[in-house]
């Protein structure tokens, strides 16, 4: 092997099933020589099999493919703007130009089409130091940072206290985005309710989050409003997902603060709150993070597990049967 074959390497990554179970959208990196970096687009392939098609061409990268409920578009994070943050695009998955719904300033990530499809959550940093657009401002010093937490930049990111990431949520046909969560916290992983009226997801904001790792699941209103905290601060928590009928959150939990080399596990609790509960107690392995398991019509839970070098598929009862019964995957 020598180094210019790395240039040949095509990496696949993030497959998502259609709505009717035919196609595949995944994405495919490559490195580029001429560019000295990494370039993704978005590919499709019948689930039969055949030939793979390129389903974007951006100079850059192209990430996160989503499909809408009702499989006629895909969304996806792109690059294609090149003086601009990675935004949020849709496009009709029978072709043609893809249309931009955002042009935030700290670019945006992980998005999540509403049950109806008429909306998107997403993440996106708010605040931090802007490139000044003038000359004659991009000359003088940039202002000296005041550092006055712990947990203040991050590997690949840079500086992170002055840019929290938040929760927003856009309509499919454009528009301003809203900004469902804020404040002095980082906020990830948005998980639609079914009835679309409410977003999960993770955020640290206990008194001691610059000293642990803890995080919670929260509810907040997707108009907007106060978010509610569901779990107790008993450990790390991330991926949440609802159940079919609302009434449950499953999510993946490290039990205890600074665990980091403990098994993450399967829990749920009530979407009205309450202190969470494994489902899989005795399962001697990890979920395969940050992949969020899948809560199937019938009640079960699909979820991937980390197994000597390999990543398994498992399955469990539903909740409050598996806590009844106490079964195992």
């Excluded at 099999?49 to 974007?56: D, I, K, L, N, V």
């Excluded at 998107?120 to 708010?126: C, E, K």
């Excluded at 779990?231 to 959150?249: C, K, R």
Aim: with cysteine.
């Amino acid at each position: 092997m020598e180094p210019r074959d790395l240039a040949r390497i095509r990496f696949v990554s993030d497959p998502q099933i259609s709505p009717d179970g035919a196609r595949v959208a995944f994405v495919v990196t490559q490195l580029s020589e001429a560019r000295d970096e990494y370039l993704s687009n978005i590919w499709m392939v019948d689930v039969t099999g055949g030939e793979p098609r390129r389903f974007t061409t951006g100079p850059k990268r192209d990430t996160a493919p989503r499909w809408s409920p009702d499989g006629v578009r895909l969304a996806f994070v792109s690059e294609r703007d090149t003086d601009k943050k990675p935004q949020l695009y849709v496009m009709r998955t029978d072709g043609g130009e893809p249309r931009r719904l955002t042009d935030l300033a700290n670019g945006i990530s992980d998005p999540v089409w509403s049950p109806d499809g008429t909306r998107l959550a997403f993440v996106a940093r708010v605040g931090g130091w802007q490139e000044p657009e003038s000359e004659h401002e991009r000359k003088k010093s940039r202002p000296a940072r005041v550092i006055t937490s712990l947990k203040y930049r991050w590997n690949a990111e840079g500086f992170t206290y002055d840019r929290r990431p938040h929760v927003f949520v856009v309509s499919a046909e454009g528009g301003a985005p809203t900004q469902i969560t804020d404040g002095d916290y980082a906020d990830a992983d948005p998980a639609w309710s079914p009835d679309g009226t409410q977003l999960a997801f993770v955020s640290a904001r206990h008194a001691t989050r610059d000293e642990d790792d803890q995080a919670d699941v929260w509810l907040v209103s997707s108009a907007g409003g106060e978010p509610r905290r569901v779990t107790d601060t008993s450990g790390t928590a991330s991926v949440p997902t609802f159940s079919p009928d609302g009434a449950e959150i499953a999510f993946a939990r490290r039990v205890g603060a600074n665990s980091v080399g403990d098994n993450v596990q399967l829990s749920a609790v009530p979407a009205t709150g309450g202190a969470p509960r494994a489902l899989a107690p005795s399962l001697d392995r990890s979920p395969a993070g940050p992949i969020r398991p899948i809560w199937c019509r019938d009640g079960r839970i699909v979820f991937p597990v980390e197994d000597r070098g390999d990543v398994v598929l498992y399955r469990i009862a539903a909740p409050s049967v598996a806590t009844r019964e106490g079964r195992d995957p």
